[in-house]
Antibody, heavy 118, light 108 residues
Framework: QVQLQESGPGLVKPSGTLSLTCAVS?????????WSWVRQPPGKGLEWIGE???????NYNPSLKSRVTISVDKSKNQFALNLNSVTAADTAVYYC???????????WGQGTLVSVSS | EIVLTQSPGSLSLSPGERATLSCRAS???????LAWYQQKPGQAPRVVIY???TRATGIPDRFSGSGSGTDFTLTISRLEPEDSGVYYC?????????FGQGTKVEIK
């Protein structure tokens, strides 16, 4: 069973860049799966941020597209999220997840809380 | 963008009762791309149903999914205390995923 683990700073200053990494174990990024980032503001619902596949093809949520970059590092079996120009509205638990056959997410990381504050 | 609207926002039922959760889409959704997730406090979501009606591995048979087009339903036939949580529907279309706003299920 594949396992995912998010890592990165828990506090980011306003106007700065949020950078997270998702390490994948028990499976390889170098297959046909897609890999996603999802976030959840405190007490609110889930918001999909974007996805990437093993070859680096990406799709992003249109509402975040201008600020988001997702990249993959196959040598380290991990993928990353960069979100720039952050504000307090970007405070959330950030999850990485694996997509199965483009139809659902079967594996999730435990999530990491990122707060945007000075 | 396809918007998913879930109803009710919350429900409180007793063990053994039946829960019916609705997910309505603003445009037609391919059934193969409709999933339901359960989320408990402090935990990541867990898939319950995918392909609109297929139970995920390890999900009890009291969970069932149905629907097509723009109307989908998650039914929990006999509620157990461990079924409490927030349930989200999710769909994939036009190279993007969207989630419903969630239905909170409380077991009395």
């Amino acid at each position: 069973q594949v396992q995912l683990q998010e890592s990165g700073p828990g506090l980011v200053k306003p106007s700065g860049t949020l950078s997270l990494t998702c390490a994948v174990s028990g499976g390889s990024l170098s297959n046909s799966d897609w890999w996603s980032w999802v976030r959840q503001p405190p007490g609110k619902g889930l918001e999909w941020i974007g996805e990437i596949n093993h070859s680096g093809s990406t799709n992003y949520n249109p509402s975040l597209k201008s600020r988001v970059t997702i990249s993959v590092d196959k040598s380290k079996n991990q993928f990353a999220l960069n979100l720039n120009s952050v504000t307090a509205a970007d405070t959330a638990v950030y999850y990485c997840a694996r997509e199965v056959s483009g139809s659902y997410f079967d594996s999730w990381g435990q999530g990491t809380l990122v707060s945007v504050s000075s | 963008e396809i918007v998913l609207t879930q109803s009710p926002g919350s429900l409180s039922l007793s063990p053994g009762e039946r829960a019916t959760l609705s997910c309505r889409a603003s445009q037609s959704v391919r059934s193969s791309y409709l999933a339901w997730y359960q989320q408990k406090p402090g935990q990541a979501p867990r898939v319950v149903i995918y392909g609109a009606s297929t139970r995920a591995t390890g999900i009890p048979d009291r969970f069932s999914g149905s629907g097509s087009g723009t109307d989908f339903t998650l039914t929990i036939s006999r509620l157990e205390p461990e079924d409490s949580g927030v349930y989200y529907c999710q769909q994939y279309g036009s190279s993007r995923w969207t989630f419903g706003q969630g239905t909170k299920v409380e077991i009395k």
